[in-house]
């Protein structure tokens, strides 16, 4: 079975804290990423990663880094946490797109406060 | 620019068909996808187009038309479960887009 985890269904932090949101599976997927989701917003892309040590900005990059040293873990920091990053954060992660059905499997999510 | 347009919310009675809608307009298009999403849950696959046409699978079915830049989701024989938000998503190149989702509201 597929399996998407995430470190924390829940966390609350403080305004200027550095934030670590982990993001871990266990298909062998090369692609990953990592959205916010927000009310009337819906799914952003804020970055994603072909393979290992890759990266590419999504559509809000701002304000976030990601790593990505191993192939399965791919890692969400957010360097000073602000109250405009209270969000729900999913991560995914998918196939190499030269498969025609590549579908993304999602996370449970991690509800983020930032107080 | 990245467009991808759906309907905010709709409701539907338990039993009944619904259509979904999704317009989109994306510098590049290699497959559009559909997701549901229960309240406080993470989006699970319901289906994938890549070619003009309808796909069926149970309950659930999706048509596309690449010249019009739309597709629409059919749920047949609703269930209160079926209540959720879908999300149309666009695949550009490397990218995955979402729409803002559509809240389905199932009325027993």
């Known amino acids: 079975d597929v399996k998407v985890t995430q470190s924390s269904r829940y966390l609350v932090k403080r305004t200027g804290e550095k934030v670590f949101l982990e993001c871990v599976q266990d298909?062998?997927?090369?692609?990953m990423f990592w959205y916010r989701q927000d009310p009337g917003l819906g799914l952003r892309l804020i970055y994603f990663?072909?393979?290992?040590?890759?990266?590419e900005k999504g559509d809000i990059p701002e304000g976030y880094s990601v790593s990505r040293e191993k192939k399965e873990r791919f890692s969400l920091i957010l360097e000073s946490a602000s109250t405009n990053q209270t969000s729900m954060y999913l991560c995914?992660?998918?196939?190499?797109?030269?498969?025609?059905?590549?579908?993304?499997?999602f996370g449970p999510g991690t509800r983020l406060t930032v107080l | 620019g990245q467009n991808i347009d759906q309907p905010t919310e709709m409701t539907a009675t338990e039993g009944a068909i619904v259509q979904i809608n999704c317009t989109y307009q994306t510098s590049g298009f290699n497959g559009l996808f559909w997701y549901q999403q229960h309240a406080g849950e993470a989006p699970t696959f319901l289906s994938y187009?890549?070619?003009?046409g309808l796909e069926e699978k149970g309950r659930f079915s999706s048509f596309l038309s690449r010249s019009k830049g739309y597709s629409y989701l059919l749920l047949k024989e609703l269930q209160m479960k079926d209540s959720a938000s879908y999300l149309c998503?666009?695949?550009?190149?490397?990218?995955?887009?979402f729409g803002k989702g559509t809240r389905l509201h199932i009325l027993p």
């Open positions: 998503a666009v695949r550009d190149g490397d990218k995955i887009i």
């Open positions: 298909m062998d997927h090369e692609n």
């Open positions: 990663s072909y393979d290992v040590k890759m990266k």
């Open positions: 995914a992660s998918r196939a190499s797109f030269s498969r025609r059905r590549d579908t993304q499997y």
């Open positions: 187009n890549v070619l003009d």
